[in-house]
């Protein structure tokens, strides 16, 4: 595929410096680029690849001098670059229509234009939107309802009764509707308490590798509306995630907890159990989350205080023991003085 | 399904206070309970909500007078609900016998009133109990057994010569039976040392999803009696876990560790290798387990201290910059002082 | 299988002392082996075993007085006992060729002597190279490359494009190649960003159950010879791990991290992005690498430090509260010396 610069500034609403007219098949990295591809700097900490590289055009938020090609101003490369790169990017691969080697009931409905991969198992009940693809491994439990545009990589999961929404993206190996983790105390022995709820996904959230999202005990786990969710991810029972939230990778979420919106989570963090996270806080990575975060507030550490105040804390850690040495002679000096003072 | 009050109350041992004879058709938490369903409060912060709900009766601890419906009292209402819960649920969904399209090998034994979900594998002589439910997508390796009455959930990996034992529960993508992680040098490259020995799973043990459980190196990895396990857990090669211990999610158990019977820890826990965990001992989330701890020792903290000092230790981790700036502040008196004294 | 000790002292270049012409049908470890077994010390925490052992010979470092059947000596017990277990060991299970009850493209090559078991999928243009192993379950993407002698586990997910080596071990349930987490913010919503790269797999890697690799946004992640990950690791978009580096459990690798040659990264540990970790570097378990580390440097911690260190910080840290009420009783102490001085 090929467009004119003049083009891909038309999608991506930016102003060439320039020529407008020459022809661009792809976007890469500033180091990888050749001839023919446009690239861009996001970050100004790559601004000495520009030197080297062989694009032929940048996207770049303020004129470059030393870039002899010409040039696409906008406001927010990396956005731009997310259009761009749907433009030339390899479509999801799909499997012509609904292969003979799947095993689906005959009481599921399936949508127009489906792709279903072989190896997949679609259950009883099941409703399947328009244009949804279904790779190979996946299988989808009784009266499950995946919504129009869905993606459904190799190996996921979706258990029975589970309602996922549109243009949904969930990456491969990820289990959606597990049973929550509750038990009861019977003496010594452990009674399971059936979780008689289900998972909620809403319209175009992204899931990515190897999540759990556990079903709730009752009601649902819920998912809302553009929340982006990175690899291994622990999501468990009766959590509501709201719209737009981002959690990276190998945080738990632990029962009943509810995450306001546009919410921001760092990898490898952890929290207690039914507490709240207010809209638009920002958690960074490796937290411990003991108690409710407020709309807004940007919290860190083990255990979570102000961001800055952890910044700070991460440096004193090395020198705790120098403290310890300190504390230890100014507590001599002090009893020497003491004595001395008697 | 419909129970008049009585009958269930004489399934969990309960005493009605009020009218025996309503009949009951459902479980629900309090605020989305329905008029025929009973709820309960197992916890004094949703006292609150038994104001607002609109369910026919309530388990209860101690009567509560505000709730005009009858009440069943009960010494445990959690464990009560379990009970009650497992009346209403929806049973596993199950597939009708043995799927044609499971490939199943004919050196198999398959036991009674077994089902065998399409897309499933099992491998040769394999011996499958009675009541078995395997899901799509299972694969079950050579010479493994499968006891009475468990369920495989989609994706859950049995490798070669495996035992599970009867009613395990075992959540989807579950991988039980991978190598162990052992390695020799052998100057820079690592060798890779045969892992010879199996895993096996005992009685009534439920497994979350996602979770890795490795062959040992030699003998066994062995999950005993009725452990519970959440998502996301890894047990390394020769771990054994004691009857009716709890873990859980995003834990990890680091080579040859032995835990007792009914530890719990809690998730986002680590340990080191080759240590034992005594019987009753607790771990808070997020500990580092650096060394054995003793039966019925209750321990957290990066590292393990005992429970209720790293309560303390968390408060104190927010003024440690301040104790920085205190310390130095009381070094330069000191260093005044000491000088006006000479 | 039977050999002479001779046969297998040769093997891994041992001296015998004793009668090297008995036979040997297995290797176990001191507590578990029986008579015609040969077992092994390869760490003096287990000397006192020797004294109970069936064993009918022992890999040693140094003569044991104590045992009365011949010993081979060796300098690295552990890598001798890895050779020998390769002779006994039970070879990997491998379906007898190619299952009609897989799907396979009919664009896809096929190498001499592959197993493919049933369950499985294999894309249009994919190459597998000679004498690999396919498990039930298995999904590999359109155009995929597996080299010869690689073996994939159940439930392993390749996305299109990724390149595998040779002799390349994937156990149960990882993902090779899901998208990168890489969103760009228009307004509040937050919009993917193409991940339009591969991953690459060179030889001799072994990659244990639950890993994720993301592909890359260009370009491609790659896993370099010899590298060894144990369980849910996950590997984001375009990280390098260099040659014969070793990670541990639950680890995560951000974003563009570059690894390099022989590093050794504990379990748990999680990073920034954008970061370079040196050849042979260490990282303890549970670390936060926030910075780079240099070639050789041996760091732990959170946040990491020279691992020393590190280890006499967690001596101190179940005394931060102790530090806290001494650093008071000083400032109560000077502030009434001030007092009296004025």
Not at 253 to 276: A, N
């Amino acid at each position: 595929m090929e467009r004119t610069l003049k083009e891909i500034a038309e999608l991506i609403e930016g102003v060439v410096l320039g020529n407008d007219q020459i022809t661009i098949n792809g976007i890469q990295s500033l180091d990888d680029a050749c001839e023919g591809e446009i690239s861009f700097l996001s970050d100004n900490r790559y601004r000495d690849r520009i030197k080297h590289t062989k694009a032929s055009a940048l996207l770049v938020s303020a004129k470059i001098e030393s870039f002899k090609g010409p040039q696409i101003l906008v406001s927010n490369p990396s956005l731009a670059h997310a259009k761009i790169a749907g433009l030339f990017s390899m479509p999801v691969p799909r499997f012509p229509g609904v292969s003979p080697e799947a095993s689906i009931d005959k009481t599921c409905r399936l949508g127009r234009n489906v792709s279903v991969y072989p190896q997949t198992y679609i259950g009883p009940e099941v409703t399947i939107g328009n244009d949804v693809v279904i790779f190979p491994g996946v299988s989808i439990g009784a009266q499950a309802k995946i919504g129009d545009g869905s993606i459904l990589y190799p190996q996921v999961t979706i258990y029975h009764a589970c309602m996922i929404g549109n243009r949904v993206i969930i990456h491969a190996g990820t289990v959606i509707g597990s049973d929550g983790f509750g038990f009861a105390q019977d003496g010594i022995k452990n009674i399971k308490i059936p979780q008689m709820g289900i998972v909620q996904i809403d319209d175009d959230v992204e899931i990515g590798a190897h999540n759990t999202i556990d079903r709730a005990a009752f009601g649902k786990t819920w998912i809302q509306r553009g929340v982006k969710l990175d690899n291994h991810i622990h999501i468990a029972h009766n959590v509501t995630i709201g719209e737009d939230t981002i959690i990276a990778a190998q945080t738990g979420i632990s029962g009943s907890v509810q995450i306001g919106k546009q919410v921001i989570i760092g990898g490898k963090t952890g929290t207690v159990d039914h507490i709240t996270i207010g809209d638009r806080a920002m958690i960074g990575p490796g937290s411990y989350v003991y108690q409710s975060v407020s709309s807004g507030e940007v919290v860190s550490g083990i255990p979570i205080m102000p961001h800055r105040k952890w910044l700070k804390t991460l440096r004193i850690m090395p020198r705790l023991t120098e403290h310890h040495e300190r504390l230890r002679r100014l507590e001599k000096k002090f009893e020497i003085l003491e004595k001395n003072n008697d």
